[in-house]
């Protein structure tokens, strides 16, 4: 028997030495599709990784438009909820996968002072602002800077200059937001910002997850949130300035848990911050969340303060999403890491100002890991 171990063993080094000997355990980046939308080209690419994982991403919106990854079969499937077709990016749906901004959630009355100023905003959600306005970074297309593999990371890097007053923010922001995908199945957003006048400023990304491979809705994950506290909203979605303990409500997930009953109960999905544990600007685990039918589990890592825990109520079965699959209603969760929402109106928050000299940083990781039964 014990000879029988070691010659599997061996056999397994083996093949580990043979293939890091072959391109095929080598990152790469390709494009692999490419449209015209009037004077602007959109294009999309594929990044892979030693493990057979891949990535697609695209410069309309600088969006994560598919993550495909195995499950403890070794099955590969869909686990974010996206189009096969560039075109259908630039139709209706709720910004999948989008880079957002110039300012992430919301904005009480669609205004805020900053250095002496007061900034209007568009009102596009209750009388607020969300997500920039209507045309906000998700409706933008970027420009491709770069794509290349180095070691064991492919990468793209795509950027974008939001003139001064886009969507009624000052400044003129250049923005640069990278994509890596490692040979540890990680998923790295890296962004910087610069800006020319004081503005404010809060990115995110908009992925839906599903690990199932987006068969089944996600209510039975089972999800855990490092964070104590959220900050309370009103009826409108607008934060209180308030800090609420997570203890005893349905928000708290400080031990796993699936989200079914509660959502049950409430007659609705989440949408709420978190106000993560750990020192801002440094990478940190935010959630953990697994589905146990696929043994696919996803950990989230970021170096922002708070966290969007969103799963939309609305049904989205008028999309046809990878392989024509109609998704339904609570078909994904988004983990939006950000600084906290309506945060230029609420001086206790931690600050969204950006000013001339200064550099906005922001990393946020999704990694792909496997349980056993």
Same mark, same amino acid.
């Given at each position: 028997?014990?000879?029988?171990?070691?010659?599997?063993?061996?056999?397994?080094?083996?093949?580990?030495?043979?293939?890091?000997?072959? /391109?095929?355990?080598?990152?790469?980046?390709?494009? /692999?599709?490419?449209?015209?939308?009037? +004077?602007?080209?959109?294009?999309?690419?594929?990044?892979?990784?030693?493990?057979?994982?891949?990535?697609?991403?695209?410069?309309?919106?600088?969006?994560?438009? %598919?993550?495909?990854? #195995?499950?403890?079969?070794?099955?590969?499937?869909?686990?974010?909820?996206?189009?096969?077709?560039?075109?259908?990016?630039?139709?209706?749906? #709720?910004?999948?996968?989008?880079?957002? *901004?110039?300012?992430?959630?919301?904005?009480?009355?669609?205004?805020?002072?900053?250095?002496?100023?007061?900034?209007?905003?568009?009102?596009?959600?209750? *009388?607020?602002?969300?997500?920039?306005?209507?045309?906000?970074?998700?409706?933008?297309?970027?420009?491709?800077? $770069?794509?290349?593999?180095?070691?064991?990371?492919?990468?793209?890097?795509?950027?974008y200059k939001s003139a001064h007053l886009e969507g009624g923010f000052p400044g003129?922001?250049?923005?640069?937001?990278?994509?890596?995908?490692?040979?540890?199945?990680?998923?790295?957003?890296?962004?910087?910002?610069?800006?020319?006048?004081?503005?404010?400023?809060?990115?995110?990304?908009?992925?839906?997850?599903?690990? $199932?491979?987006?068969?089944?809705?996600?209510?039975?994950?089972?999800?855990?949130?490092?964070?104590?506290?959220?900050?309370?909203?009103? +009826? @409108?979605?607008?934060?209180?300035?308030?800090?609420?303990?997570?203890?005893? $409500?349905?928000?708290?997930?400080?031990?796993?848990?699936?989200?079914?009953?509660?959502?049950?109960?409430?007659?609705? *999905?989440? %949408?709420?911050?978190? &106000?993560?544990?750990?020192?801002?600007?440094?990478?940190?685990?935010?959630?953990?969340?697994?589905?146990?039918?696929?043994?696919?589990?996803?950990?989230?890592?970021?170096?922002?303060?708070?966290?969007?825990?969103?799963? #939309?109520?609305?049904?989205?079965?008028?999309?046809?999403?990878?392989?024509?699959? &109609?998704?339904?209603?609570?078909?994904?969760?988004?983990?939006?890491?950000?600084?906290?929402?309506?945060?230029?109106?609420? #001086?206790?928050?931690?600050?969204?100002?950006?000013?001339? *000299?200064?550099?906005?940083?922001?990393?946020?990781?999704?990694?792909?890991? @496997?349980?056993?039964?």
């Amino acid at each position: 028997m014990k000879m029988r171990m070691i010659g599997a063993l061996i056999a397994i080094l083996g093949l580990s030495v043979s293939c890091k000997q072959t /391109d095929l355990c080598r990152p790469s980046v390709f494009k /692999d599709d490419s449209i015209r939308n009037g +004077s602007d080209v959109i294009e999309r690419f594929t990044l892979t990784n030693g493990n057979g994982m891949s990535v697609k991403v695209t410069n309309y919106a600088a969006s994560l438009t %598919d993550v495909f990854v #195995p499950d403890r079969q070794g099955r590969f499937e869909h686990v974010v909820l996206g189009f096969d077709s560039l075109k259908s990016y630039l139709g209706r749906h #709720p910004k999948f996968g989008a880079t957002v *901004g110039r300012f992430a959630n919301r904005i009480r009355n669609a205004e805020f002072s900053l250095d002496g100023h007061t900034y209007h905003l568009e009102k596009n959600n209750k *009388g607020h602002s969300i997500h920039g306005g209507t045309n906000g970074f998700n409706r933008q297309v970027f420009k491709t800077d $770069t794509f290349y593999a180095v070691k064991d990371t492919a990468i793209v890097v795509f950027k974008y200059k939001s003139a001064h007053l886009e969507g009624g923010f000052p400044g003129n922001l250049e923005l640069s937001m990278a994509y890596k995908l490692t040979n540890h199945n990680e998923v790295v957003l890296e962004y910087t910002a610069t800006t020319d006048k004081p503005t404010v400023v809060n990115l995110t990304n908009h992925s839906y997850f599903n690990l $199932t491979g987006c068969k089944r809705d996600v209510l039975n994950h089972i999800y855990r949130i490092y964070s104590d506290s959220i900050t309370p909203v009103d +009826s @409108t979605g607008i934060p209180t300035g308030e800090l609420m303990s997570v203890t005893g $409500t349905v928000y708290d997930y400080t031990s796993p848990q699936p989200v079914e009953k509660r959502v049950r109960e409430m007659g609705k *999905g989440y %949408d709420i911050n978190y &106000k993560l544990n750990g020192s801002p600007d440094t990478l940190k685990l935010a959630a953990v969340v697994a589905d146990s039918v696929s043994g696919r589990l996803l950990k989230a890592y970021t170096t922002e303060p708070g966290m969007q825990f969103y799963i #939309p109520h609305s049904n989205m079965g008028y999309l046809n999403g990878h392989d024509s699959r &109609k998704y339904g209603r609570y078909y994904g969760f988004c983990l939006e890491m950000q600084h906290f929402p309506d945060a230029p109106n609420h #001086p206790q928050f931690p600050a969204t100002s950006l000013f001339p *000299g200064e550099t906005y940083r922001q990393v946020t990781m999704y990694k792909f890991e @496997t349980i056993s039964e």
